[in-house]
């Protein structure tokens, strides 16, 4: 199976500039834990909820004004540069044995010519092994 037919395709995304306390609240709107960072569509990072609970832990204890500061913290300051992407031609068991092997939540995809297409998630993957079930 390719992993086009389970990925999330076009997924919410935000760009280098935008703020820590931005991307947090784009995660908890959407119930989603990875956000891809892209400028003109092409991925150049990735943050996820444990980048921003790790990274504000100590911030939530300080003084209003350095939490204020933290939050305000652009993305690039914090988010993985060069991640781990798949390409839209990967079959799916790669993309389950990188997830399991890297202990990723989700793995971005991204074409050579058109960019961050989508991103291949833990949920997806059960998502699928459900569907597959019920359909036995």
């Known amino acids: 199976m390719n ?3 389970i990925m999330t395709k076009d997924p919410l995304t935000m760009t280098p ?3 820590v306390a ?3 609240e784009l995660m908890i709107a959407n119930n989603i834990r990875q ?3 892209v400028e003109k569509n092409e991925l150049v990072g990735i943050i996820t909820d444990r980048d921003i609970r790790s990274f504000l832990g100590t911030s939530l204890l300080d003084s209003a004004e350095t939490r ?3 939050l305000n913290t652009q993305v690039k300051e914090i988010m993985t540069t060069e991640p781990i992407t798949l390409s839209p031609d990967d079959d799916l068991e790669e993309a389950v044995e990188l997830l399991i092997e890297e202990k990723m939540g989700g793995i971005p995809v991204v074409d050579e010519e058109e960019g961050l ?3 291949v998630t833990y949920v997806d993957v059960l998502r ?3 569907d597959r079930l019920q359909q036995d």
Request: aromatic fraction near 4%.
């Open 35 to 37: 956000l891809p960072i």
């Open 128 to 130: 699928c092994f459900l």
């Open 117 to 119: 297409v989508g991103i």
């Open 68 to 70: 204020e500061k933290a």
């Open 17 to 19: 500039s935008e703020t």
């Open 3 to 5: 992993i086009t037919e």
């Open 22 to 24: 931005q991307a947090d």
